[in-house]
């Protein structure tokens, strides 16, 4: 489905080289393949016109600053630790097929993420992405070892101050390569622990040294182990993400029989909305400029909120009496025309 092409960038660091990979697929490409008709599309005009926004790309919207900076943490755990660095994928195509959202990932022919009432579907194979672990299975098939991979998914929801239909995601996977005399319980608790160690690095990266984090089993189809990280923020534990060690299958679909390796998924808005104390999910849509400015530093700042109105200037002129004007005079007509204009 798509072509990639190869940009050299730079981190921070000058030691090391990432290299980012960006769709040859254009924007206006898509939105035509969301319009053609078929039975099965059920995307409407208003999921379609947020396809070419990328949020996560926007400079100083809060979900690239979350964005840039676990891409840079993850990136220094790897020069830290020796590790290969991690390959950005940031700009593709949110079309894909049913078995790469589905199927390459082991989840149930009857589970309900498949429905139409849950998924927006072009046709009976092609859909727009859930989830970027979409794209997991591409490209540990095509032989790439450690990849953070962020765009926009899409689910049908409700729309209320937490839920959208449209929110960002990230994964990270990295796949290890062991000797032969390492056995597959070894291989699998190494890799446990590096998952570990870089996610609980990644949340006082981004909650601050001394934040508290608690470890709990959970369940995904395509990994095991799985866990979930939580954070305790204000006095309650938050859900930050989840992971866990790449299920077998998983790789024996990728040809990858006897390879290990692990994989992470979050939420950037959920992120965001915790860090920048942002109280609804719908603000990071807005194009008012009394958003976006504040957040012009790239630095994590608390939200200032404003007024849900737009800001409306009036001018007001009228004749000055011979005698002169007192300001309690312009005051005092002020409050009768607000007072009569409130009671008519």
């Known amino acids: 489905m798509h072509t990639l092409c190869r940009i050299p960038y730079l981190l921070v ?6 290299p980012r990979y960006c769709s040859s697929q254009a924007s206006s490409e898509v939105i035509q393949l969301l319009k053609v008709p078929h039975a099965k599309n059920n995307i409407p005009a208003s999921i379609i016109q947020k396809v070419d926004k990328k949020l996560h790309l926007k400079r100083h919207h809060p979900l690239n600053i979350i964005k840039t900076k676990i891409e840079d943490y993850c990136n220094k755990y790897a020069l830290d ?3 290969n660095s991690f390959t950005i994928y940031d700009n593709l195509s949110p079309i894909v097929t049913t078995k790469q959202c589905f199927d390459d990932l082991l989840v149930a022919s009857d589970h309900i993420s498949r429905s139409s009432s849950d998924t927006y579907y072009l046709n009976e194979s092609t859909l727009l992405r859930t989830h970027t672990s979409a794209h997991q299975s591409q490209f540990i098939r095509s032989g790439v070892d450690s990849f953070l991979c962020t765009g926009d998914v899409y689910r049908r929801d409700e729309i209320d101050a937490s839920h959208y239909p449209v929110f960002h995601q990230m994964e990270g996977v990295r796949i290890f ?3 032969e005399n390492v056995s597959v319980n070894d291989a699998k608790a190494i890799i446990e622990n590096d998952l570990k160690n870089i996610l609980t690095g990644l949340a006082k990266h981004l909650f601050g040294k001394d934040c508290e984090m608690r470890w709990r089993n959970d369940y995904f189809p395509f990994t095991t182990p799985s866990f979930e990280l939580e954070v305790k923020f204000n006095d309650a534990w938050l859900e930050v993400l989840g992971c866990g060690v790449i299920h077998d299958q998983v790789m024996a679909n ?3 029989t006897n390879k290990y390796g ?3 998924g979050l939420g950037l808005e959920r992120l965001a909305m915790i860090l920048f104390s942002i109280p609804d999910i719908r603000l990071f849509w807005s194009d008012d400029e009394r958003f976006s400015n504040q957040f012009k530093s790239n630095d994590i700042i ?3 909120p404003y007024s849900k109105f737009p800001l409306c200037y009036k001018d007001v002129s009228f004749w000055l009496p011979a005698e002169g004007l007192h300001i309690n005079d312009v005051y005092e007509g002020k409050q009768y025309t607000l007072y009569s204009s409130d009671h008519h």
């Open 177 to 179: 390569n062991f000797k």
């Open 262 to 264: 692990w994989a992470f």
């Open 81 to 83: 630790n020796e590790q």
């Open 13 to 18: 660091s000058p030691k090391l080289l990432r």
């Open 302 to 304: 608390k939200f200032q």
């Open 254 to 256: 990728c040809n990858k």
